[in-house]
């Protein structure tokens, strides 16, 4: 996956979009703005890992077509 994901500074509060695949434990992420250099762990990478399997979920939801043959449907 190659999508980017927005980061936001805990001491700034600027957000900056990051490549998903570089937001793995342990990254070292620099906030362009105020030049906080800090490590991805703890309640961050938790908030970050939710963020990509909810953007994991919506991409799906959008690759599945609606009323697909041999989608069920209940007769009315």
Do not use: N, W
């Not at 992420?29 to 979920?57: D, N, Q, S, Y």
């Amino acid at each position: 996956m190659d999508s980017q994901l927005p980061f936001s500074c805990p001491i700034c509060g600027r957000k900056t979009d990051y490549p998903v695949a570089k937001l793995k434990k342990g990254a070292l992420l620099t906030c362009p703005f105020c030049k906080l250099k800090l490590t991805l762990h703890g309640h961050m990478l938790e908030e970050v890992e939710r963020e990509i399997k909810k953007k994991e979920e919506k991409a799906s939801k959008k690759a599945k077509p609606r009323g697909a043959p041999g989608s069920r449907r209940k007769a009315g």
